[in-house]
């Protein structure tokens, strides 16, 4: 079945640096991919949906100078978050999709000190 | 605009036993509903999805029904088993829209 991943699988980092997550469709291309944010004993929240060679859209509230997300091929999605904070500290997950079905990553757990 | 809750946010019970998982929408215009699991710190295993035309799905001990025109999904496990101790959530996928409008999730535990 389709496989999608993630790297790195959690990260810390110090407050103001930059932190870059890939996601990866494995065995298929994916025009579409989704990042989702999870807080602890949160639902996910939809970030951003980010369409191959187009800029992504995001969700209200989102800022996208801060996640920026770039899409350059059918099989990478890369979100940075920019100048992360503690408050940015969070289970970061994406998916990606084929004609009808999404498929998820294994998750991002970042953590900044 | 959708909302999807669920039902117990928490429920533990004795090994053995049969459950329900309880999921509610409130625009019944779904083009489907899928059950996810996670695991504690993990990503998300899809579970079961279920086409608006359809009114359940089965795999192994899990039975999933749809009832569209009452904006209710049920997740029944058969036989539970510490192993499937996790977070259970569901998600709704609307016609026109890509993104899946999720469930805040129930936590379920099995006690050996």
């Known amino acids: 079945g389709a496989v999608v991943s993630q790297h790195p699988s959690r990260v810390i980092c110090k407050s103001g640096t930059s932190v870059k997550i890939e996601c990866r469709s494995l065995?298929?291309?994916?025009?579409?991919m989704f990042w989702y944010r999870q807080f602890p004993k949160q639902s996910l929240m939809l970030m951003a949906t980010?369409?191959?060679?187009?800029?992504?859209?995001?969700e209200q509230g989102v800022e996208k100078d801060k996640f920026l997300i770039n899409h350059a091929s059918l099989t990478l999605s890369t979100l940075t978050v920019t100048s992360a904070h503690p408050e940015d500290s969070s289970f970061y997950i994406c998916?990606?999709?084929?004609?009808?079905?999404?498929?998820f990553g294994p998750g991002t757990r970042l953590l900044v000190l | 605009k959708q909302e999807v809750t669920q039902i117990p946010a928490a429920l533990s019970v004795p090994e053995g036993e049969n459950l329900v998982l309880n999921c509610s929408f409130t625009?019944?215009?779904?083009?489907?509903l899928q059950w996810f699991r996670q695991d504690p710190g993990k990503g998300l295993t899809s579970l079961l999805l279920?086409?608006?035309s359809q009114r359940e799905q089965t795999s192994g001990r899990l039975n999933a029904s749809l009832d569209k025109s009452s904006g209710r999904s049920t997740l029944y496990i058969a036989a539970s088993q510490p192993g499937d101790s996790a977070t259970y959530l569901c998600?709704?996928?609307?016609?026109?829209?890509?993104?899946?409008?999720w469930g805040a999730g129930t936590k379920l535990i099995i006690k050996p």
């Open positions: 065995d298929f291309q994916a025009t579409t």
């Open positions: 980010s369409n191959e060679g187009s800029k992504a859209t995001y």
């Open positions: 998600a709704v996928h609307m016609d026109s829209n890509y993104q899946l409008i």
């Open positions: 279920i086409q608006s």
């Open positions: 625009d019944s215009a779904i083009y489907n």
């Open positions: 998916s990606a999709r084929d004609q009808w079905t999404q498929y």
